[in-house]
């Protein structure tokens, strides 16, 4: 079965330096990849996605992902982290040959210290 | 542009209690889904439907109906609430399958808490 790993369940980075989130993925198949961002009493917003083409994708906001298959991974950067973007993160998979289902990892709540 | 409008915000109900959790759509939308968030967990998918009429299971849809009768709307029924189901639920709504690269469009969801 389909799985998604965020290894981090919180970092804490001062305002101003950069910013790595990590998944990973278990699937069978080309998959494709998303990061949403949830403030505090808000749904998700979709920061970016990837689906094919270009492995280093851009996001709103300033973020940016890379997938890399060997690693089956698609890591969530952003080089000059704002207090605006303390938040959760959630990575999520989905793919056509497992249907109409998308799996998300457990998230990863980001804290900026000033 | 309401986009994803979920109702209510916040309900609290007894063990054993019915309701129904409201999730309407204004972007002709053929696939909506309900998930719901619990701490550590990330979103489960509960129930979803690839169209008016046309439902099936999520990841976790024990003790939970959906129906489908538009486009609009998809509601999440509880049917007797219990302790564990205090979770918040969250509708989306997107153009294609999941399983596709169409993003999901989340409403702000709904907290529910039952005693």
Redesign the interface.
Known sequence: AQSVTQPDIHITVSEGASLELRCNYSYGATPYLFWYVQSPGQGLQLLLKYFSGDTLVQGIKGFEAEFKRSQSSFNLRKPSVHWSDAAEYFCAVGAREYGNKLVFGAGTILRVKS | NAG?TQTPKFQVLKTGQSMTLQCAQDMNHE?M?W?RQDP??????IH?S?GAGIT?Q??VPNGYNVSRSTTEDFPLRLLSAAPSQTSVY?C?SSTG?????Q??H????TRLSIL
Do not use: I
């Open positions: 994803v696939y889904s998930y550590g967990m990330g979103l489960r998918l979803y690839v099936d999520g990841e969250f989306a399958t999941f399983g596709s690269n993003p999901q989340f409403g702000d969801g």
